[in-house]
């Protein structure tokens, strides 16, 4: 895999504030825009493509924020950041999942050991990580995709997560992941970070936990609650009752940073599941939309696309979008990072991502 340019992703004033540009944990491509959101906040951002000489594009820029508070209901109210980390695109609808994970709080510099210790015994849960948001997408006047509430051909924002029926009280039960509910995500408890759709399929990326080296992907099918169509419910998979399947993909002890999909295989960006920098690939899972059981798919069912690179507590690929045209010999990635390295950083406020090649 080959950087061959970087292009600048310019943020408005708000989003700056927020800290938003240095925190990006999701990106699709949608036309001419770009979705990408960060995972201190509760929203989600619009770029659109600026283009030069041959329609290049140069960069993205006339930044919209959407605030997920002004669509669907959130557990905590608006006030309280969804940690998003994963968005999706398809048949009209962006999706957008929180992390469902518990954190422990950080030490600080300063404090004393007493302090310190209570800080690492102090595990937090904030109810607006644990929701899935499906979004209805039209086109505006200007031709550019808009999210909304309600579109005029009846579909509405929805959400799942409100009512004891998150993607974690969903596995209260399950034989490999409900011994990790309880903890923290960067300690390898449960920690969402990607999301991909195909079809009425929406396919889940755990950063962790990893299992003895193998990495797990959810596969779940959302649809309307036909009791309140601003909540969503699973169906079941498959011919059984289940309402979710797991698959275990060995991904040399690497967890999911992010998912996309191309055609009927899924693209997978990988890194450690702790608070660790690097390794970081990209692997592609061959016909993954066309498995029919749950899986355990081993190495040499994948394809490793290659490394991205990555800095030293800097610089995390955090997301990955395969760019308008990007078949074959010309497969193309735009990569977003958090915790971007100074260089990263633009004199007009905005961040830099990059235009990755894939070598067929």
């Given at each position: 895999m080959i950087v061959e340019r970087r292009v600048e992703l310019r943020f408005g004033h708000e989003s700056r504030q927020a800290e938003t540009h240095t925190n990006l944990s999701a990106v699709r491509q949608d036309g001419r825009c770009l979705w990408t959101a960060g995972d201190e906040t509760a929203t989600i951002e619009r770029l659109t493509a600026v283009t030069g000489p041959g329609g290049r594009v140069t960069g993205y820029d006339g930044h919209r924020t959407i605030a997920l508070a002004d669509l669907v209901e959130l557990p905590a109210g608006p006030g309280e950041e969804a940690d998003i980390e994963g968005l999706a695109s398809g048949d009209g609808w962006l999706w957008a999942?929180?992390?469902?994970?518990?954190?422990?709080?950080?030490?600080?510099a300063g404090q004393s050991a007493a302090k310190a210790r209570k800080r690492l015994a102090t595990v937090v849960r904030e109810d607006n990580r644990f929701i899935l948001a499906r979004l209805p997408l039209t086109e505006g006047a200007d031709g550019l995709p808009e999210v909304v509430r309600e579109a005029g051909d009846g579909r509405t924002a929805a959400v799942l997560g409100l009512n004891g029926d998150s993607i974690t009280d969903l596995l209260a039960d399950d034989p490999h992941l409900a011994p990790f509910l309880s903890i923290p995500s960067k300690d390898n408890g449960i920690d969402i970070e990607g999301v991909?759709?195909?079809?009425?399929?929406?396919?889940?990326?755990?950063?962790?936990?990893?299992?003895?080296?193998?990495?797990?992907?959810?596969?779940?099918?959302?649809?309307?609650?036909?009791?309140?169509?601003?909540?969503?419910?699973?169906r079941p998979v498959g011919d059984g009752k289940a309402h979710y399947?797991?698959?275990?993909?060995?991904?040399?002890?690497?967890?999911?940073?992010?998912?996309?999909?191309?055609?009927?295989?899924?693209?997978?960006?990988t890194g450690p599941s702790m608070s660790l920098s690097g390794p970081v690939r990209v692997v592609r899972w061959p016909g993954?939309?066309?498995?029919?059981?749950?899986?355990?798919?081993?190495?040499?069912?994948?394809?490793?696309?290659?490394?991205?690179?990555?800095?030293?507590?800097?610089?995390?690929?955090?997301?990955?979008?395969?760019?308008?045209?990007?078949?074959g010999p010309d497969l193309r990635l735009l990569v977003v990072y958090d915790s971007p390295s100074a260089a990263r950083l633009t004199e007009?406020?905005?961040v830099l991502a990059d235009v990755v090649a894939v070598a067929p």
């Open positions: 999942i929180g992390s469902h994970s518990l954190k422990r709080k950080r030490i600080k991909a759709v195909h079809g009425d399929r929406l396919y889940i990326g755990l950063r962790g936990p990893v299992l003895r080296g193998w990495a797990v992907l959810i596969e779940i099918r959302p649809e309307t609650h036909p009791r309140d169509p601003h909540r969503l419910r699973l399947r797991t698959h275990f993909l060995d991904l040399g002890g690497l967890g999911v940073r992010d998912l996309c999909p191309h055609g009927d295989d899924l693209l997978i960006l993954a939309a066309k498995a029919e059981a749950p899986g355990v798919v081993t190495a040499g069912e994948l394809q490793v696309l290659g490394e991205l690179p990555h800095g030293d507590g800097e610089d995390h690929a955090e997301g990955i979008a395969v760019l308008a045209g990007g078949q007009s406020g905005g």
